[in-house]
Structures are given as C-alpha cells and as structure tokens.
C-alpha cells in the first residue's frame, strides 16, 4: 500500500557509534526518501501558567536496511554503513546533506552542525522513536520524535 501524499520528504540520518574499546566517537549518515515531517507543538497548563513545547515529528516508511539500535551496535564497523538506525541522540536533518560530523574537528562537531542545521532548513536530535510495523499495521514506519 503507498504511503500517504505528504510523505515527500527527504531527510539525512546521522546515527552515532562510539567505539567502546577507543572510545572514539563516528557519525554514519543515510538519506532516506518519502518520509514524513512535521513541526508540532505541546502546551501545558500548571495553574495559570502556560508552557509551550517546540518539536518536530518524523515517519520513515518501514526500510530493508533499517536495524534496531541493539542490531545496529552489533554489527562490524566496516559494515555498519550499510544500515541504518534510529536511537536518542542520533540527529536528523531535513533534506539532503552531504556534510561529515567530525567530532575532533573545529566547527565540524555535532553541537556545531546541529546549531547550524537547525537554523538553516530543520534539524533535530532524537528523543523518541516507536517502531510502528508489524502484522495488520498500515503504512508501516518508524515514528521519531526530537527537538
């Protein structure tokens, strides 16, 4: 079954992978089209006081390349490339982008690229995701959720 009109957008993951031996920290990217984005808000009353809550949602249709962050982690570093996850702290930018995080590098480090990104066309960090597939599920995906 397709999936919805308004999944037309493409997105870039950067997904996080410390090594736990070096502990040196690499970022691994994937582009991904016909997804879903959405800027969204929450309010909460406490009293007569309102707080309001800026945050983007995304859907990523159901993907063969996709692996849970467990699977992900497990899998040779020469290979991980070949996949992707979703997981808290991984980042997500709207559209294609082709720029390295580079950690040990000025102006390259994913503080430097989130501010960045997020000014320029949408970016977030993730906080949540929910992997929507399975029997009897329509328009499978991965719900991911960030600021």
């Known amino acids: 079954m397709p999936y919805p009109p308004w999944w037309e957008q493409t997105i870039t993951v950067y997904n996080k992978y410390e090594d736990t031996t070096t502990r040196i920290v690499k970022w691994y990217r994937t582009v991904l089209n016909g997804c879903f984005w959405k800027h969204t808000q929450d309010k909460i009353s ?23 962050k467990y699977q992900w982690l497990s899998k040779p570093n020469d290979i991980m490339q070949e996949y992707f996850t979703l997981g808290t702290g991984d980042i997500i930018v709207r559209g294609e982008v082709d720029e390295e ?40 995906h991965y719900y991911v959720k960030g600021e």
């Open 101 to 140: 995080i580079n950690e040990y590098a000025t102006g390259k480090r994913s503080t430097d690229f989130l501010k960045k990104y997020k000014a320029l066309q949408g970016c977030i960090e993730i906080s949540e995701v929910e992997i929507n597939t399975g029997t009897m599920r329509n328009d499978e």
């Open 46 to 68: 406490i009293g007569e006081t309102v707080l309001a809550t800026d945050y983007i949602i995304c859907r990523i249709p159901k993907n063969e390349k996709f692996l849970e």
